[in-house]
């Protein structure tokens, strides 16, 4: 039987942008757009108290810079590496790493990291997915 773990690390589960400028319907053709390689990652197996890295690449298909403001990992198991925060130009790409760390308990994970930029639409869910394993567990006789 499998069973999705989470890892309830997130206190808070709002999204706070109020900070960056998103252009109103009229300056939506003059925005940044994101457009990532990938939004989803398959780790397949994972061995229990492992750590990996998952990279994400962005394009800016938009007209005008993007900015990365927030990067928000949905579980204390994921941590966001140090993201570039300087505006990414027009037609050009960046990596984001987020680094998952797998615990010592043998389970099925799907978590995800909530990017918020200053493109439209202004945030993405970069998410993936693990099984972990690891030894079985004595039996007791």
């Not at 998103?22 to 939506?28: K, R, W």
């Not at 962005?58 to 990365?68: E, F, K, L």
């Not at 204390?76 to 027009?90: E, M, R, S, Y």
Request: hydrophobic share 40%.
């Amino acid at each position: 039987m499998a069973s999705f773990w989470g890892c309830s690390g997130r206190t808070d589960a709002t999204v706070d942008a109020s900070f960056i400028h998103i252009p109103g319907a009229q300056g939506d053709g003059q925005a940044p757009k994101m457009q990532w390689n990938t939004t989803r990652v398959d780790l397949g197996m994972v061995a229990a108290g492992e750590t990996r890295e998952l990279i994400y690449t962005v394009t800016n298909a938009g007209d005008s810079p993007m900015i990365m403001t927030q990067v928000l990992p949905s579980c204390g198991c994921t941590v966001a590496k140090d993201w570039d925060t300087t505006p990414l130009p027009v037609g050009q790409s960046r990596d984001l790493t987020l680094e998952f760390a797998s615990g010592d308990q043998t389970r099925t994970v799907e978590e995800f990291a909530t990017v918020v930029t200053n493109a439209i639409p202004a945030t993405v869910e970069l998410t993936f997915t693990a099984q972990v394993i690891g030894p079985d567990p004595m039996i007791a006789p």
